[in-house]
């Protein structure tokens, strides 16, 4: 039998479905430098359905040439675009040192021509980026992210009809184009917006939102037709105390998230919830809650105290809860009392597994609420409490043997103590 002449070419005679999987997995410069391995790699980079560009491009390119590695990364943009062949379904672009220039205009007017089914556009450093009519075309469409761009849809323009994610950080525009937005994606499953705008009042419209996040400023939030909503989570930057409500924002919430199973609270959401009214009892449940996460909650705040109450005690099926505290002015003899005079033995938060208790200060309201916890929680398997930074040995101390006085109405109940 004849030996083979010279070393095996093992990397040749992979499959193309094997090659493709290891360049769509390396970043774009990695990708372009694999044509030297071997004759079969030489042009396989530039049939890949994929172009993805990460800041470590634009890094390697910035710490090489300076400030000619900006005019370097678009000319690199250009060449990938005008020598790829075949089809593309996804075009990426995260550098954060990217200019707003008009060559980012021609990148998506070119790739509005291919079935682009993912785009994302982040950019950081520079003017917010005015997007161009071109974008809107992108009727193929499924997942869409960008940062740091201005969002006006062009005239004409009736909606994604396929996309299922859309992400917006620090995209400038105002609630009725949000709104109108989210409304014209009828398959829409995940939206998270994180803003600095400040709008007014928001609703979305989604019937197949599945995950909703929205970080920012705004005077309200309802959902209607959002039926399929899973997972919610809202952070509120700033609270426009002097703005009147006429009604519950606890009940109105509650209202609109039938189906919610995860919801996290944060910034000044929690507070926003108890303006107007804080009902005695919620008309109704959450019926599939399953994970709640109150952030910033302030135990000197009877209304936010007791609107985290009504959360958690309309919740049959809550298995987490997690909880940061913030003690605000220090008073405490409102919440102090109204612990000691209502009658809470009542409640039983049957489904209650895990629950963590952070920034804890030995601040009296504090305890009196994980007292509550622990006496009304018959399936509780672990309390992790996490002390605040300010918390001194004397109080830490004096923390312990509350905590351990309390009674539990779990048996196995864990109390975690951490530093």
Known sequence: MKKPCGPLDMISDLPNNIIENILLRLPISDVVGTSVLSRKWRYKWITLPHLVIDNSLGKKLLERQGQLG????????????LLHKGPLVKFSIEVDELDNCPDIDNWINFLSNHEIQEFILSRAKTDPYKLPSHLFAFQHLRHLKLRHCVLRPSDGF???NKLISLKLEEVIMDAKTMEWLVSSCPLLEQLIVTSYTAYGS??????????????????????KNTLFLEEVTVSLCHLNKYLKHKSSNLVKFVHSLPTVKKLYLEGYFLEYLSLATVPKKLPIHFKNLEVLHIDEMDFSNLDEVLCALRLITSSPKLEELTIVAYAGDMAKDAIVEYFETQNLSHYSLKSLRLVTI???????????FIKFILANSPLLQEMKVIQSEDTVDEDELSMWRELLRFRRASPSAEIVMVE
């Not at 197949?208 to 959902?223: D, H, K, R, Y």
């Not at 952070?358 to 009196?368: C, R």
């Open 202 to 223: 928001i609703e979305i419209r989604a019937p197949n939102l599945i995950v909703f996040s929205l970080t920012g400023e705004f005077a309200s939030i309802t959902f």
């Open 358 to 368: 952070e920034q804890i200060s030995n601040f009296e309201p504090e305890l009196e």
């Open 70 to 81: 900006k005019c370097e990364l678009v000319k690199v943009v250009y060449r990938l675009l």
């Open 158 to 160: 009736k909606g994604f």
